[in-house]
């Protein structure tokens, strides 16, 4: 009766270690779906921002183009050339506040998206698996050498 004990035990202990692998097993196969369910919401979210920040662009260079073509109309029709002197300076601030303005929310979309990615260092809960397989086989190696 006494020889069937450390054969029970090393039973007992192999169910145990099959039983966490599987479960390690299922917690990785769940990791990977919610990291691929994560990366199509990314996906997705980095789109939208881009497609906004496109159509932004284009908004704000369309009313730069307004804005300078009425300054350029203004400032002709008080007979002042365009292109020279003040009203050059004029029009190529405006020019140059756009593009400030344009690089201001370039620097908010990259933020944007970079606030959406998800962390290289998540946890999937496998090393855990892992441990605790290793300490019930340890327990069960001293059980047996007792």
């Not at 365009?82 to 020019?95: Q, R, V």
Request: glycine share 8%; aromatic share 2%.
């Amino acid at each position: 009766m006494a020889q069937l004990a450390p054969i029970a035990t090393l039973v007992g202990t192999g169910a145990s270690l099959y039983g966490t692998v599987r479960q390690g097993q299922a917690q990785a196969a769940q990791a990977r779906a919610q990291q691929q369910q994560e990366a199509a919401s990314l996906s997705a979210r980095q789109q939208q921002l881009a497609a906004q920040e496109g159509a932004d662009a284009q908004a704000r260079q369309d009313r730069l183009a307004r804005t300078v073509a009425s300054t350029r109309a203004r400032l002709a029709a008080a007979g002042v050339s365009p292109d020279e002197g003040s009203a050059a300076a004029i029009t190529t601030g405006l020019e140059r506040d756009a593009a400030e303005a344009a690089r201001s929310s370039q620097e908010a979309l990259a933020a944007r998206m970079a606030a959406g990615r998800s962390s290289l260092l998540r946890e999937d809960g496998s090393l855990t698996t892992w441990l605790r397989a290793g300490s019930s086989f340890g327990g069960a190696l001293r059980s047996l050498l007792d």
